[in-house]
């Protein structure tokens, strides 16, 4: 009773994507009215010529692959791993660089690598790196690898995308909102690194910058701070 009537006063109530706010909406707790779409974080990274950050952070390859997530269950490691040995039966030149925060998988991650051969020397796991170096990281990279089989904010692929790297990503609500169900990106069912494969080498490599200025452009008018602060302002204004 008390979070109805506090929740009846709200002029506006923001969720990240639609399916989150429905749960409320059936309940009663929320009127339409009261709901605004709007994700929680973005991130100030710029993009920046690839093969300048590429001289110095030392990544190379055709196309560059990279991971930037905890070794977790949840972030699901395995599947990307097994995912890219995949594609890289096909793309011969293809490198995946991971970065993470925390290792829980580590030892399953390194005993995967070895003992698939398709991947020998084409893997380098760098743990963690200052976040400072996180910018250069990502504007050396082509294709973020996300498998994660569920997301709060999904800083990852914002980070990603505000550099102009293509997600490859899980099909869960936060990655289907911010690719716009895949326009803007690659995604895969949870788990499935056959089809996360088999997407991913369906798409034209020739279309790799095309697509990077595109996902680019979208952040910057969708998921940017100053975008996030116009869906607010819109709010605050009409509430008067």
Known sequence: GVQRRIL?????????????????LARGLLREEQVAMCME????????????????????????????????????????????????????????????LTGEMLGEVQAAIAADPVLAGAVEMRGRIPHTQVEDFLN???????????????FGVLEAMACGVIPVATDIPLCRTVTRDGQYGIL??????QSMAERTLQFD?????????????????????DAIAEIYEDAFLSGR
Request: hydrophobic share 40%; aromatic share 12%; proline share 6%.
């Open 8 to 24: 009846k006063r709200c002029h506006r109530v923001f969720y990240p994507t639609r399916l989150s706010a429905d749960a409320w």
């Open 41 to 100: 974080v973005s991130s100030v990274f710029e993009p920046a010529d690839r093969a300048a950050t590429r001289l110095r952070t030392g990544m190379s390859g055709h196309p560059v692959f990279v991971w930037n997530g905890g070794l977790n269950p949840r972030k699901d490691p395995l599947t990307a791993i097994r995912g890219f040995s995949l594609i890289r039966r096909t793309w011969p030149h293809a490198k995946l660089y991971m970065i993470y």
């Open 140 to 154: 050396s990279a082509d294709f973020l690898l996300h498998s994660a089989r569920s997301e709060i904010g999904c």
């Open 188 to 193: 895969f069912p949870v788990g499935d690194h």
């Open 205 to 225: 490599i020739d279309k790799i910058g095309l697509m990077s200025r595109s996902i680019r452009e979208l952040f910057a008018r969708s998921f940017s701070y």
